[in-house]
């Protein structure tokens, strides 16, 4: 059975760090991803990597803060949150696929698996 669950989530005072992590199990995942929903708003894609660990993929409004990384041949991933905003708030899920095509890693339909999330809150 195929399971994501994600940890590390929390409040921070803007201009702070968090680090996310998820652990997957049940299978091993080509493509894993975080998105993000703010209060009221669609889930967004936030930042993704490839099975090796070296093909990374951010929005832009995350790229120079976060970092996502991989232990190579394991299903964890991180995402280190860096100088965070107050419109980095949200709840920060995990995302697993088996497909392998890199032009899908923006894209939420084309992930299989999902994590419950985890409520990242930045206060000014």
């Known amino acids: 059975q195929v399971q994501l669950v994600e940890s590390g989530g929390g409040s921070v005072q803007a201009g702070g760090s968090l680090r996310l992590s998820c652990a997957a199990s049940?299978?091993?995942?080509?493509?894993m991803a975080w998105f993000r929903q703010a209060p009221g708003k669609e889930r967004e894609f936030a930042a993704a990597?490839?099975?090796?660990?070296?093909?990374?993929y951010y929005t832009d409004s995350v790229k120079g803060r976060f970092t996502i990384s991989r232990e190579k041949g394991k299903n964890t991933v991180y995402l280190q949150m860096n100088s965070l905003k107050p419109e980095d708030t949200g709840v920060y899920y995990c995302?697993?696929?088996?497909?392998?095509?890199?032009?899908?890693?923006?894209?939420?339909?084309?992930?299989?698996?999902w994590g419950p999330g985890t409520q990242v809150t930045v206060y000014s």
């Open positions: 049940g299978r091993i995942f080509y493509g």
């Open positions: 990597i490839n099975g090796n660990g070296d093909s990374t």
């Open positions: 995302a697993a696929r088996t497909g392998g095509n890199p032009s899908a890693a923006r894209i939420s339909g084309r992930y299989d698996y």
